[in-house]
Nanobody, 122 residues
Framework: QVPVVESGGGLVQAGGSLRLSCAAS????????MGWYRQAPGKQRELVAGITSGGSTTYADSVKGRFTISRDNAENADENTVYLQMNRLKPEDTAVYYC????????????WGQGTQVTVSS
């Protein structure tokens, strides 16, 4: 069973907002940096935002100032939730969004979820 489930995607007009959620099961997620990735058609999967277990954040230049990543450090370390608030969306943000450990090299092949589709119309 894949330990991450993403949700919250949809179709939105340019300039609009969406909030993505990620439910990640397992203590490996509570003690490591988590990230949101995206993959557009014909392009490689890229990391757009990361958050450490202590709450420090990093962003790709393409989303800086528009996206905000956050996480819930639940008392139960086996259940973790990571969010991505996306504002002022652009058509180039259209992609399938995934969450997982960061950097990508830490992610076992069978840990990728289905992702959630974000489509931004112009």
């Amino acid at each position: 069973q894949v330990p991450v489930v993403e949700s919250g995607g949809g179709l939105v007009q340019a300039g609009g907002s969406l909030r993505l959620s990620c439910a990640a099961s397992g203590s490996i997620f509570s003690i490591n940096t988590m990230g949101w990735y995206r993959q557009a058609p014909g392009k490689q999967r890229e990391l757009v935002a990361g958050i450490t277990s202590g709450g420090s954040t990093t962003y790709a230049d393409s989303v800086k100032g528009r996206f905000t990543i956050s996480r819930d450090n639940a008392e139960n370390a086996d259940e973790n939730t990571v969010y991505l608030q996306m504002n002022r969306l652009k058509p180039e943000d259209t992609a399938v969004y995934y969450c997982n450990l960061a950097p990508r090299e830490l992610v076992p092949d069978n840990y990728w979820g289905q992702g959630t589709q974000v489509t931004v119309s112009s």
